[in-house]
Nanobody, 124 residues
Framework: QVQLVESGGGLVQAGGSLRLSCAAS????????TGWFRQTPGKERTFLGH???????YYADSVQGRFTISRDNAKNTVYLQMNSLKPEDTAVYYC??????????????????WGQGAQVTVSS
């Protein structure tokens, strides 16, 4: 069982930056691919990107160039750096983990473990 705890959400002005953290309980977290998703009320969860244990990343077109995913395996933590934020980025952001690597755009049902979500609000 892997527990994921997110932190770093909050309120930011448009054009600003925010970094979310996803801390995992698994000592072998380096063996897990970790994805980031977001969801707004009444809408489906949207894939943003993921990072494999070795550091390879994949991003959705909607955030390519603005969002960066990184990880520190020594700290069992994955990060989502968000720059040039827009009001439409307002959502609850989730991290999710899956054992092994992912080499294509994943679906949310492929991830076995989920964080509790972190609210990000971007004001105009």
């Amino acid at each position: 069982q892997v527990q994921l705890v997110e932190s770093g959400g909050g309120l930011v002005q448009a054009g600003g930056s925010l970094r979310l953290s996803c801390a995992a309980s698994a000592r072998t977290f380096r063996n897990y691919a970790t994805g980031w998703f977001r969801q707004t009320p009444g809408k489906e969860r949207t894939f943003l990107g993921h990072i494999n244990g070795g550091g390879t990343t994949y991003y959705a077109d909607s955030v390519q160039g603005r969002f960066t995913i990184s990880r520190d395996n020594a700290k069992n933590t994955v990060y989502l750096q968000m720059n040039s934020l827009k009001p439409e980025d307002t959502a609850v952001y989730y991290c999710a983990a899956k054992y092994g690597a992912i080499w294509r755009k994943p679906s949310d049902y492929e991830f076995d473990y989920w964080g509790q979500g972190a609210q990000v609000t971007v004001s105009s």
